[in-house]
């Protein structure tokens, strides 16, 4: 018999889906009911309302004691997706990606092969929801399942981060990871902010990149509404600048003309 201490449990977020700069971090975090308790003792809760030291001592017993899985989008993957596909739909498809994999394992499903499949295993997968109609991205994960019967359980809200430890767990993997790519993004381009359009550093950052290089850099999700204003006001400004050179030019050489009419006159 399963018991339900036994049940399986899935906790999805997301780090990183509004910033300008750098990659947005997907996290699995898979433990079971039993575990429950000890994320409650350890004050696992929604990764934006930890300190950075709190996140990271979690972050330490979370990869140590429990089975976790991420996938990270770089800027020029979102860039790429985003052309033929909403945002939504790129998250949807990648916490379906990472349930997939764990299905896999627990059902022991190999590739093309269905049959025989153990069926009795409680699995509930609790994801924090980006789509503000929940029952429909409830029924999108579920329709890019592999595998689904009674026995696994869809749970999909917004503030599930803060609501469920189990996706209190996966934000703080998704933050922590996140975190740490834009501390190397540092090492390599400077000062860049935390890579959220509402920061003025990572605003400051990308006007002067732009400015000295012309171009947006590597880490810069060009598809971003910010990203475009920026590129398109520094073109503005450079077509200024190189009218007011010509016009600045063609007085000049008008002054140089009416000099040269003088000096004939007199």
């Known amino acids: 018999m399963y018991e339900d201490n036994d049940t399986i449990i899935l906790g999805l977020d997301e780090a990183g889906r ?13 433990a079971t009911e039993k575990d429950l308790k000890k994320f409650e003792e350890l004050g696992f809760r929604d990764s934006k309302k930890l300190n950075k030291s709190k996140r990271n001592g979690l972050y330490d017993i979370i990869m140590e004691n429990y089975e976790v899985k991420t996938i990270i989008l770089e800027a020029n993957e979102i860039d790429s997706m985003i052309e033929k596909t909403n945002l939504n739909n790129i998250e949807i498809g990648v916490f379906s990606k990472l349930i997939n994999k764990v299905l896999k394992e627990e059902y022991n499903i190999k590739k093309g092969n269905m049959d025989d499949i153990y069926c009795n295993k409680k699995i509930k997968i609790y994801i924090d929801a980006c789509s503000n109609d929940e029952r429909a991205f409830k029924n999108k994960i579920k329709s890019k399942l592999i595998f689904h019967n009674k026995n696994i359980e869809i749970i999909a809200e917004h503030g599930a981060d803060d609501k469920y430890k189990i996706v209190s767990a996966a934000s703080i993997i998704a933050k922590v990871v996140r975190d740490r790519i834009i501390d190397n993004y540092k090492n ?3 000062e860049i902010g935390s890579g959220y359009p ?69």
């Open 18 to 30: 509004g910033p300008v700069l750098g990659p947005m971090v997907i996290a699995l975090v898979k």
């Open 188 to 190: 390599i381009y400077g």
């Open 198 to 266: 509402s920061d003025r550093i990572t605003i400051n950052y990308l006007k002067n990149y732009i400015k000295e290089h012309g171009e947006l850099p590597d880490i810069a999700r060009k598809c971003w509404k910010t990203s475009k204003n920026i590129m398109k006001n520094n073109n503005k400004r450079k077509e200024e600048s190189v009218n007011n050179k010509n016009c600045n030019k063609k007085n000049e050489n008008n002054s140089n003309k009416d000099k040269y009419i003088q000096k004939k006159l007199f």
